[in-house]
């Protein structure tokens, strides 16, 4: 099956600074690539879609500029989470999709982002 | 505006069967989607559902009824390792993922 890797699983950072979460499609070429943010006992949010080569989607009332998303080849989607604050302590979860495949979406395992 | 409703929690027996239900509203449908998700992990794909009727996969089965907006997960023969929250997603005209808040399900022995 189609495996999505996500690294780091869990990040600790001090207010203020920035982190990177990196989302690696490892047994497929992934045309499109989701970002999702999930609080406590609360759904997926869909932060923005991204597509190889060209700009992120993003949702409504997410910042784009605060959370910058690459998706520099058909198996690497980054985001950075900059000048982070408690507020933007959550789960993030990265999904994967290709062409061909139809709708269906594969999960990476998430990264549990802690701001203090 | 696109929602979609199921219950907020369930609880179930070690052994029986339990029916999770779903209905939507979203501008169109391109399919429906059930994902397993246990606390602290991601989503895992159980099933998707496009076409009217029931799809089953072992332990799991999935029905769709388009005309009704409605959708269920029925889940036999209950293993304690089944107490997970269960996602119900619908891609709408526009190929969004509409997300579900979860059932959270409570398997007692």
């Known amino acids: 099956g189609a495996v999505v890797s996500q690294h780091p699983s869990r990040v600790i950072c001090k207010s203020g600074t920035s982190v990177k979460i990196e989302c690696r499609s490892l047994?497929?070429?992934?045309?499109?690539m989701f970002w999702y943010r999930q609080f406590p006992k609360q759904s997926l949010m869909l932060m923005a879609t991204?597509?190889?080569?060209?700009?992120?989607?993003?949702e409504q009332g997410v910042e784009k500029d605060k959370f910058l998303i690459n998706h520099a080849s058909l198996t690497l989607s980054t985001l950075t989470v900059t000048s982070a604050h408690p507020e933007d302590s959550s789960f993030y979860i990265c999904?994967?999709?290709?062409?061909?495949?139809?709708?269906?979406?594969?999960f990476g395992p998430g990264t549990r982002l802690t701001v203090l | 505006g696109q929602n979609i409703d199921q219950p907020t929690e369930m609880t179930a027996t070690e052994g029986a069967i339990v029916q999770i239900n779903c209905t939507y509203q979203?501008?169109?449908?391109?399919?429906l989607f059930w994902y397993q998700q246990h606390a602290g992990e991601a989503p895992t794909f159980l099933s998707y559902?496009?076409l009217d009727g029931l799809e089953e996969k072992g332990r799991f089965s999935s029905f769709l009824s388009r005309s009704k907006g409605y959708s269920y997960l029925l889940l036999k023969e209950l293993q304690m390792k089944d107490s997970a929250s269960y996602l119900c997603?619908?891609?709408?005209?526009?190929?969004?993922?509409?997300w579900g808040a979860g059932t959270k399900l409570i398997i007692k022995p």
């Open positions: 999904s994967a999709g290709a062409s061909g495949w139809g709708n269906e979406q594969f």
């Open positions: 979203t501008s169109g449908f391109n399919g």
């Open positions: 991204s597509n190889e080569g060209s700009k992120a989607t993003y």
């Open positions: 559902n496009v």
């Open positions: 997603a619908v891609i709408n005209s526009n190929y969004q993922l509409i």
């Open positions: 047994d497929f070429q992934a045309t499109t």
